[in-house]
Structures are given as C-alpha cells and as structure tokens.
C-alpha cells in the first residue's frame, strides 16, 4: 500500500470532471464584468454557475455570493450582520462554542474591536448544541442580538446541529450557519432551512481550493469587507474567479459522493477501533452526524506524536481541524464537550471521503495497535 489519505475533512481530491471544467475556464480570454464580447461570455459561464450552485443548495440564484473561501464566507457573514444589526443598537453576537476558528475568531475580533457582546451556546458531551440555553438568552436579551451563527455540521467530530430550531427559536433574528462540512454530504437546502446566510467551500466537496460562497437571503444588505468594483451586490469587490468558479459548480452537481459508501466505511472503522483499542473513545458517537468523520480519543497518549506515527505508516490523518494543526493546544471543540486538556490532546480525527476504500481503512486500523502502544510507550512519564 503506498500513502493513504484520511484526512478528506481538511481537503478531498478534485473530481476529475471539475478539473476538465477549471483547467477549459482557465483557458478563455474576458473579464466578466467587461462590456464586449470576451466579456460577455465569460459573464454568461458565470451566471449559468451561479444558477447551478444556487439549484443546488436551494437558493436563488441572486443569493449567491461568490468569495475566495469558506472563511471569507463566514467572515463577511458574521462581520456584516453584526455592523447591520449594530446600526439599530443591537451588539450581541451569538455562536456555538464549537465553532471553526474562521467564525470563533471575527467573533472574538468583533468583541475586541467593534464593541461587541459575545455568548458562546454550549454543548452536550456528544457536542451538540444546548438548544434551552439559547431560548432563554432569545427570550431575556433577544432585542440586543444582532446575529446568531451555529455551524451546520462541525468539522471535527461531524456532529450535525439542529439548525432548523436555532431558525425558529431565533424568530426576527438573523441567523448564519457554515456549512462548509454539510454540503453535498447531507440533505441541505437553503431555503427549507430559513437561515440568513450560509457559508460554503469548494474544496470540501470536490472542487478547487480557494473558492467558496456565501449564501445571502434575497433583500438582507449588510456591509461589505472588501470595497472595489463592486462586484457580487457590492458586497465582494474583486474580479471573479471565473474558472475555479465554474470548477465549484460542476463539483456541485457531480454524483461523486456517496454517501451510503462513505458511512459504511466510517461504520466498519470505528466498529474495527472498538474491537482492537477498547479503551478508545469514539467523540459524538451518539449525535447525527456525517458521513465521513470520526474523532477518537485514545487514553494516554499525545495526538501530536500518534500523527507523526501515522505518518510514517504513510497515513495522513489530523489532530483536529486542518486549520489549527500545528498551533500545539488542545481542541476547543472537546473541551466544549467536556473533556481536559489531556484527553483532548489525545485524539485525533480520521475522516473518509469519496475516493476511499475498505482496504484503506482497513490498513489504518491494521496499524494502529502498535502505533498506539508506541503512542503510550512515549507518552510515559
Ligand atoms: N468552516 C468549516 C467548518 C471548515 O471545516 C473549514 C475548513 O476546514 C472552513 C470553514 C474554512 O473553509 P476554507 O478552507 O474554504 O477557508
């Protein structure tokens, strides 16, 4: 077996019909906000990826806010429905404590430069959100709550939140949720679900890195982050990314996630951890949660040194999400659920995607017995 990819919640491989799509776009002459003809076309490539990925996620296509990635989504999402609420005396915002840092950290910026108030709703121990302590927060200070954000699935346990109840127990208040996770891996739609905005990512779901959407309802007008040509309802100034654009779409409708395969392999593996490392514990496994993802701690061991060990078995997994790997501190997301600091620095996050096999998985679980030993062998005082 050469090197094997478990890490398909930090990024997937392209299908390959994206590629085809990006590396053609890529090819044309015209900027899209151009009057002539070179203009116009790639204008009309534009649109028509617009209405595919808005019929996708069940939105307009005038929702559908194009921005160079998921984090840039949830900043201008969280940044703008607070500045607008702000404008009507409203300064709290409200988050989960599980959030992904690119909503956790303009939330904590917001509180530490723009005067804001912010209340992290808690979570159970299978990381799902306390949806009584955000009715009482909406019935005693909802008038001063300018936005309220609760990821759609987390990123690193795959724990689904109940978004639909955030909506309605929200009532008046805007209401954003990311759902660069859930996207194409589990039913999801705009519209049904009544949020004020959605963030989205191309790479997750099989598309090019650097691309992703913010999803705005129809007639929400917030502040924008970045000021220029006015591109995207003046909302996202900057000269559109035709190609990885038009790459995001043809991901969007492309049937290359599996869903049901995806389960199973998540299904046998965890089934196989339990069997080998009966001490293991398996984080949210009583929450819904998605296809691909599993988090597992392993008792006394640190997750840095079991990712080295992984790697040299040519496996590549993560201590948690992509994006705070190599900061050296424990999880806030299992901390949230309940865990100390030592046992949330020692788990790590396996997560299967649509290229993956059963003899994938089966060759990590094979290895990981005597990588946890050696783990613990390390680990020992
Ligand atoms: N939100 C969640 C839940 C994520 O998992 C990620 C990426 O890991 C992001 C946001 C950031 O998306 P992007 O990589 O497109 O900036």
Redesign the pocket.
């Known amino acids: 077996m050469s090197s094997i990819y478990v890490d398909h919640?930090?990024?997937t491989p392209m299908v390959e019909s994206a590629l085809l799509a990006m590396t053609a776009q890529l090819a044309q002459l015209g900027n899209p906000s151009s009057l002539h003809t070179h203009g116009r076309a790639t204008r009309k490539t534009l649109e028509d990826a617009r209405e595919t990925l808005a019929k996708e996620i069940g939105s307009l296509p005038s929702e559908v806010i194009f921005t160079a990635?998921?984090?840039?989504?949830?900043n201008i999402a969280l940044k703008g429905l607070y500045w607008a609420g702000r404008e009507v005396g409203k300064k709290i915002v409200v988050i989960s404590s599980i959030?992904?840092h690119?909503?956790l950290d303009p939330a904590h910026w917001l509180a530490t430069h723009e005067g804001a108030e912010v209340i992290e709703i808690p979570v159970n121990s299978d990381g799902v959100i306390n949806l009584d302590f955000l009715k009482d927060l909406v019935k005693t200070r909802g008038e001063e709550i300018a936005v309220i954000s609760v990821?759609h699935?987390?990123?690193e346990t795959g724990a689904i939140q109940p978004v639909s109840e955030v909506v309605a127990i929200a009532g008046e208040i805007a209401v954003h949720t990311?759902a660069?996770?859930s996207f194409k891996k589990v039913p999801l739609s705009f519209a049904q679900l009544g949020v004020t905005a959605m963030?989205l990512?191309?790479?997750?779901i099989g598309g090019p890195?650097?691309?992703?959407a913010l999803i705005l309802k129809r007639g929400v007008e917030i502040p924008s982050l970045l000021h220029g040509g006015g591109q995207e309802r003046e909302i996202r100034s900057g000269t559109l990314n035709a190609p990885s654009i038009v790459a995001f779409a043809t991901a969007a409708t492309s049937s290359y996630y599996n869903a049901g395969a995806v389960v199973g392999l998540r299904d046998r593996f965890i089934s196989s951890v339990q069997a080998l490392i009966p001490d293991a514990v398996i984080n949210a496994l009583a929450a819904a949660r998605l296809p691909g993802i599993v988090n597992v701690t392993f008792p006394g061991t640190q997750s840095d040194t079991l990712l080295l060990l992984m790697d040299g078995q040519h496996i590549s997994c993560s201590t948690g999400?992509?994006?705070s790997a190599g900061v050296h501190e424990a999880s806030h997301v299992l901390l949230a659920m309940g865990h100390s600091e030592i046992s949330a620095q020692s788990s790590l996050r396996f997560s299967f995607g649509a290229t993956s096999t059963a003899s994938e998985c089966d060759f990590v679980v094979s290895v990981l017995p005597d990588v946890i030993a050696r783990g613990r062998a390390a680990n020992l005082p």
């Open positions: 919640a930090a990024t990635s998921g984090t840039e989504a949830n959030e992904h690119a909503i990821m699935a987390n990123n990311d660069v996770q963030s990512s191309a790479h997750k890195l650097g691309i992703g999400s992509a994006c």
